[in-house]
């Protein structure tokens, strides 16, 4: 079983609809990153959480740390938006645990 | 700009043949990693770094070596004892900072494939 779960795999959505993609994982944490993925292959980080909600223009990121749960919501989306989206969780020390990845398809 | 460079971008092999893929960042981060990704698969670890002159195997290192002689660089060689090495690589760098924020960075990638 992986230490850090995404939901959904592949997610395809007309230009305009609200996204959400979620994480969960099962280690103890000092902090879940949300990643992103072009086709090109480099990875971007999009957001640190430790806690609470944070927001970065269409994108907004939550954590609740006591459900190990956590949301990356992208609103008004466009065909840019279309990436490979990964939960990375941090465990205490300097170890990483990647989700699989979730596979979004905006489509004007 | 500050950041991760990794090269070669693409890379052919042919089986027997060790090849070194570098990594280099002008971030300051203390900590270095190597990543391996296949498709449908999260990133899985090969070896990580925490400080000069020390790094630790991970979930994937059999099959690869890596050395940390500078804070700046983690070059990774993918051996011929690894039996199935055609992959994208990925190197990244982290630092935890004084406000308890941690920042993780990746290079673009290095494509590797066997013939």
């Known amino acids: 079983k992986n230490e850090v779960e995404q939901s959904p795999q592949n997610l395809t959505a007309q230009e305009g609809e609200f996204i959400t993609i979620n994480c969960s994982y099962s280690?103890?944490?000092?902090?879940l990153h949300w990643l992103q993925q072009h086709p090109g292959g480099g990875i971007v980080s999009l957001f640190m959480?430790?806690?609470g909600k944070k927001k970065h223009g269409r994108l907004i990121a939550t954590i609740n740390i006591q459900e190990k749960h956590s949301s990356l919501h992208i609103t008004a989306s466009h065909p840019r938006d279309s990436a490979v989206y990964i939960c990375?969780?941090?465990?205490?020390?300097?170890?990483?645990?990647f989700g699989t990845g979730t596979s979004l398809t905006v489509i004007p | 700009d500050g950041g991760i460079t990794q090269s070669p971008k693409y890379l052919f092999r042919k089986e027997g043949q060790n090849v070194t893929l570098s990594c280099e960042q002008n971030?300051?981060?203390?900590?270095m990693y190597w990543y391996r990704q296949d498709p449908g698969q999260g990133l899985r670890l090969i070896y990580y770094?925490?400080?000069?002159?020390?790094?630790q195997k991970g979930d994937i290192a059999e099959g690869y070596s890596v050395s940390r002689e500078k804070k700046e660089s983690f070059p990774l060689t993918v051996t011929s004892a690894q039996k199935n090495p055609t992959a994208f690589y990925l190197c990244?760098?982290?630092?935890?900072?004084?406000?308890?924020?941690?920042?993780?960075?990746f290079g673009a990638g290095s494509r590797l494939t066997v013939l």
């Open positions: 770094s925490q400080i000069v002159n020390d790094f």
């Open positions: 959480l430790s806690s």
């Open positions: 971030l300051n981060h203390d900590a």
């Open positions: 990375a969780a941090r465990k205490i020390g300097n170890q990483f645990y």
């Open positions: 990244a760098s982290s630092i935890s900072l004084s406000s308890g924020a941690n920042v993780l960075t």
């Open positions: 280690v103890g944490i000092s902090a």
